[in-house]
């Protein structure tokens, strides 16, 4: 009997099996690590008959026990696509594919809608699959945010395979990072929206080109393309595409480059084919970048069939995105947000841009391979105080030193350490906002940049109820 071996014991990898023996599939579980997390993780997939062996490196030996049978080898997102491992197993002529592919097989009946860049995906996900759902239309969200695309495939596996009503969604609205699309060459959505490039991920793909070169895989593979104008590497790649509808916070183009949708000077969204839609100011969320989320959503809603009127509506009524820009309320007379989702400079530049100044920075964590240029220029001018924390304190505090910062920096081990001092530092210096935009990864100290905002969130609300 031909095997299927999933390798990573994360939620893709889990979700990967589930899918898969729910398919017909033998499964085995590789994971490398062997703790009581792992042994907790495990239990329930051996107790439904899935395999489940710990302490398996990523090596050939791991696999020596299904060489002779073994149908292919799924990979979760956290796994390098160019392992050696991986290498050797395609030159035996074995099957390796990514979590998102193998939910693509699974649901390839239903349209999918790919968001994809390096910074906005998020927002954009969720602030579309709020408005189609407000639509009237079943438009599930998965990949990067909420389900995994695997675990979102076998919610849907049943309905599915036995055809039975709404069986098939009218959408599937899936976030996929680089790591996922590289891993996922056979997905190709009805609908492909790209909202930023700069420098991320460079530690794993090498170089900026190689990086871009991923992304630009899944919109050339996307029926429809949707380009945010405003961003300088997209702007600057328009001509090498032949096709697409582009979208600018900034006007409607200068007659050479005409934009598709676009807000005018008074802030109110036009269409090329339709005319003036409605107001930007439906959506609440603050900054340009907001601006250009809701444009991007609403090219992708109306080619979905929405009229401009029922998408206003559903953009009035969207609640905002946890961890992006999120207003958890006001202490020591600064409004207080959680941006923990800023995982780079780049996304920490764009809430500088966005909150009041002058603002109480709290960064760190685990830093990560980028141009901090324009954050340390945004900092010099918006920011009166920067806390440091984590493991990435001292990088950060020596680039602000390098870059004659003019405002009050403290380094501490923690957000509990950081968040008073920072609290203490407002009060000092009357600032209008205090901001957690962290410019790092979460991986120091959390599991993801969720948990991190959930702690600066209860960090904060138990100062705001006392």
């Not at 991986?86 to 030159?91: A, M």
């Not at 309320?329 to 923990?340: E, Q, R, T």
């Not at 440091?388 to 001292?394: M, N, T």
Request: with cysteine; proline share 5%; charged share 20%.
């Amino acid at each position: 009997m031909t095997r299927t071996v999933v390798v990573g014991l994360g939620r893709s990898g889990i979700g990967a099996a589930r899918l898969l023996q729910a398919r017909g599939h033998s499964v085995t579980i590789l994971e490398s690590q062997a703790g009581n997390e792992q042994r907790q993780r495990a239990q329930p997939l051996r107790d439904q008959g899935i395999e489940v062996q710990l302490g398996r490196p990523l090596t050939l030996s791991s696999f020596e026990p299904w060489l002779d049978c073994l149908n292919a080898v799924v990979v979760s997102p956290g796994i390098d696509w160019n392992h050696p491992t991986l290498e050797e197993l395609r030159q035996r002529s074995i099957t390796v594919l990514g979590e998102m592919a193998l939910a693509w097989q699974a649901m390839g009946r239903a349209p999918w809608i790919g968001i994809t860049g390096t910074n906005g995906k998020t927002t954009v996900t969720q602030l579309l699959q709020h408005v189609l759902s407000e639509g009237g239309l079943n438009a599930p969200m998965a990949g990067n945010v909420g389900h995994s695309a695997a675990e979102l495939a076998l919610s849907l596996n049943d309905a599915i395979r036995t055809g039975g009503p709404c069986a098939v969604p009218d959408w599937v609205v899936m976030e996929m990072s680089s790591y996922q699309i590289e891993a996922a060459a056979v997905v190709s959505p009805r609908i492909g929206i790209w909202t930023t490039l700069t420098p991320d991920h460079l530690e794993r793909h090498g170089t900026l080109a190689s990086y871009r070169s991923i992304k630009r895989g899944l919109l050339e593979r996307s029926q429809l393309r949707i380009f945010n104008a405003d961003d300088p590497d997209l702007r600057s790649h328009r001509s090498s595409w032949d096709h697409g509808l582009w979208v600018s916070a900034n006007g409607a183009g200068d007659g050479t480059t005409a934009m598709d949708l676009w807000c005018d000077a008074e802030g109110v969204v036009h269409s090329r084919r339709l005319g003036p839609l409605f107001p930007a100011s439906v959506l609440a969320m603050p900054g340009d970048h907001n601006r250009q989320n809701l444009l991007m959503v609403t090219a992708a809603a109306l080619e979905a069939g929405l009229t401009p009127q029922v998408i206003a509506a559903a953009l009035r009524s969207f609640p905002g995105v946890p961890h992006r820009l999120e207003y958890l309320g006001k202490l020591a007379g600064m409004a207080v947000y959680n941006d923990s989702k800023a995982t780079n400079f780049d996304a920490a530049t764009v809430a500088l841009r966005s909150v009041p100044s002058p603002t109480v920075v709290l960064a760190g964590g685990q830093t990560k391979q980028g141009d901090p240029s324009e954050w340390l220029r945004l900092m010099g001018q918006q920011s009166c105080a920067a806390v440091l924390y984590g493991s990435g304190a001292e990088k950060l505090a020596a680039l602000l030193q390098a870059s004659a910062y003019p405002g009050s920096m403290e380094r501490c081990q923690d957000l509990d350490a950081a968040v008073p001092i920072a609290l203490e530092l407002g009060r000092r210096q009357q600032a209008r906002s205090l901001l957690l935009s962290p410019a790092c990864a979460s991986f120091d100290q959390y599991r993801d940049f969720e948990a991190r905002g959930e702690h600066f969130r209860t960090l904060i609300s138990s100062r705001l109820n006392a």
